[in-house]
């Protein structure tokens, strides 16, 4: 990489934060500063979706199931547009470690190229299969009726989120987070005002119903979008992009690809496993298709600490090898872990203690409340290894180290976490909560797997 420094880069209104050297002072304040934001802005891009079912599950078992299985299969995609963003930030945030922000804005331009392809591919697709999609689940008609608009619609719009991601990446590997927490604040509350005015028909809006609710995420995506290209275009934020000389950099984009592939079939692997459980827990009738994806969405709102924790550590170990400082990086990864841990510790207390009130926000049907509960106290078990396993993943992936990260989910996920899902709830006395179970036994493995490899040290010699 080369050491020079391209100034007009760099935005002359960088704040302190923005403009700070991470490759230098406490690794343990420069981590919270970091991550906090991270973290926020990761709570945040859970909240749409959860006040989509929150507001859609006024609507009844069949739309809350609907929905939240169509959020699964939209997660699936999103998780892979997210892999191949880590290519991204892993070379972005090396670029800025080595001083190097030419090659830094190159990188993230490619990363734009990479988005448009992606849409265009996978939501063309996906829009023309959404109904065949959720009917290979297995789920009854109604179920399909109210989740296929809902569903429909992401994939249309999927590009918006696409550049949404993007933006988001490119400010966070060149150390600025507080930036994307600004944007994601305001593109949030937006879409919270808006989703019941668009499900319900309130004021001079149809009602849509569940169709209400994608529209909301499509049009609050649009307006981050927005927001987060005239950050990075205008020099608010620590990476300014310039399109002074640009064009499509086929090695750069093969190494993006390269690099982030590994990443995206983590988490295809990962999300796919929860399509796969939601597809075990079908036949055990529509409670428990409803309960089960109430619990994956509260699930998902915990590990945003552990992603937020383990990305944010990435970018101070990917700055650390960038500046030839492996000996901070490897500290970063487990100050990351051990501080994700002891939150993952608090909100299984939390949640044991107060998780029919969490419940009951989305659903209040007795039959729902009870079943909901009980998979909760079975879940929170794995959240002493849950820290360990997305923490350190998530560092390795901003690292650059994909591949490692992708054999452990793998093994975790296809080898122990569904046939054991599988073999639980149909040929044991556990029912439908032998899934519960076999996702605790699998989270253990994979906290176990990452532990073991980052202390290794192998991901130091790793190139991108």
């Not at 997305?390 to 390795?396: I, R, T």
């Amino acid at each position: 990489m080369a050491e020079t420094v391209d100034k007009e880069s760099i935005s002359p209104r960088t704040g302190p934060a923005r403009g700070r050297d991470w490759t230098k002072g406490s690794i343990f304040r420069n981590l919270l500063s970091l991550a906090w934001p991270v973290i926020v802005s990761g709570s945040l891009n859970n909240i749409g979706p959860t006040i989509d079912l929150i507001w859609v599950g006024k609507l009844g078992s069949a739309s809350v199931a609907g929905v939240g299985v169509a959020g699964m299969l939209v997660q699936l995609l999103d998780s892979l547009k997210m892999g191949l963003d880590m290519g991204t930030r892993a070379m972005i945030a090396r670029h800025v470690g080595a001083g190097d922000s030419r090659g830094a804005n190159n990188v993230a331009l490619q990363g734009y190229v990479v988005t448009i392809g992606f849409a265009a591919i996978v939501g063309t697709s996906g829009a023309l299969l959404s109904v065949p999609i959720l009917r290979m689940m297995g789920l009854s008609p109604d179920v399909v009726a109210q989740g296929a608009p809902y569903l429909r619609i992401q994939f249309i719009g999927i590009l918006t989120m696409g550049v949404v991601r993007q933006n988001e990446g490119t400010m966070q590997s060149s150390g600025d987070t507080i930036s994307p927490m600004r944007v994601a604040i305001v593109y949030r509350l937006f879409h919270i005002a808006l989703c019941p005015f668009l499900v319900f028909g309130w004021w001079i809006f149809p009602r849509l119903g569940t169709s209400g609710a994608a529209y909301t995420g499509i049009i609050s995506a649009c307006l981050g979008a927005g927001i987060g290209l005239w950050f990075l275009l205008s020099g608010h934020t620590r990476l300014r992009l310039r399109f002074k000389e640009f064009h499509p950099d086929i090695r750069v984009i093969w190494r993006i690809v390269k690099v982030g592939v590994p990443a995206s079939i983590t988490g295809m692997q990962r999300t796919f496993g929860q399509v796969a459980l939601a597809w075990i827990v079908v036949p055990f009738g529509t409670v428990a298709v409803a309960a089960h994806s109430l619990t994956q969405k509260i699930d998902q709102f915990v590990s945003v600490v552990a992603t937020g924790m383990g990305q944010a550590s990435g970018v101070l170990a990917a700055q650390n090898l960038g500046a030839k400082q492996p000996g901070r990086a490897e500290k970063s990864g487990w100050l990351g872990a051990s501080l994700c841990t002891a939150v993952m510790v608090a909100a299984s207390v939390a949640l044991w203690v107060w998780g029919t009130d969490v419940i009951r926000l989305f659903n209040s049907e007795p039959a729902l409340l009870d079943m909901g509960y009980a998979f909760l106290k079975i879940q929170i078990l794995s959240y002493l290894f849950l820290g360990y396993a997305m923490a350190l993943q998530n560092c390795l992936n901003v690292i650059g180290d994909t591949l490692p990260a992708m054999l452990i989910v793998l093994l975790s996920t296809f080898a122990v976490q569904i046939p054991l899902a599988y073999a639980l709830s149909q040929h044991t006395g556990m029912g439908v909560y032998g899934t519960r179970w076999a996702i605790v036994i699998g989270t253990v493995v994979m906290g176990v797997g990452c532990a073991l490899y980052f202390r290794l040290g192998a991901w130091k010699r790793k190139r991108v």
